[in-house]
């Protein structure tokens, strides 16, 4: 399995982004996808899940309201549309899948493949 991450970039507060992560090695829509993401000096934290079986879609409180997480079987792609950005969402995002069709774990440990991550810079 890989994953890549992409379209992180620098933006002012208020601002949008939409990251993407491409996955291959196996059939997508099976398997639960995860967005985490790191900021310099802190551990690394949940942002949104999708379950692969169609089932549950999780936000961390940080981001509800704001983020958006979907995902596209027919091109392999996970999407996480970034509105309302705020200087605190600055991080390294990750892309991640677990070995399961089901339910969204908020626990990094719960997943088994990991994208490169993606730098997400919000400017005040």
């Known amino acids: 399995v890989q994953l890549q991450a992409f379209g992180g970039g620098l933006v002012q507060a208020g601002g949008s982004l939409r990251l993407s992560c491409a996955a291959s090695?196996?059939?997508?829509?099976?398997?639960?996808m995860g967005w985490f993401r790191q900021a310099p000096g802190k551990q690394r934290e949940f942002v949104s899940g999708?379950?692969?079986?169609?089932?549950?879609?999780v936000y961390a409180d940080s981001v509800k309201g704001r983020f958006t997480i979907s995902r596209d079987n027919s091109k392999n792609t996970l999407y996480l549309q970034m509105n309302s950005l705020k200087p605190e969402d600055t991080a390294v995002y990750y892309c991640a899948q677990r070995d399961t069709s089901w339910y969204v774990s908020m626990d990094s440990r719960r997943y088994n493949y990991w994208g490169q991550g993606t730098q997400v810079t919000v400017s005040s």
């Open positions: 090695g196996r059939t997508f829509s099976s398997y639960t």
């Open positions: 999708l379950a692969g079986s169609g089932g549950n879609t």
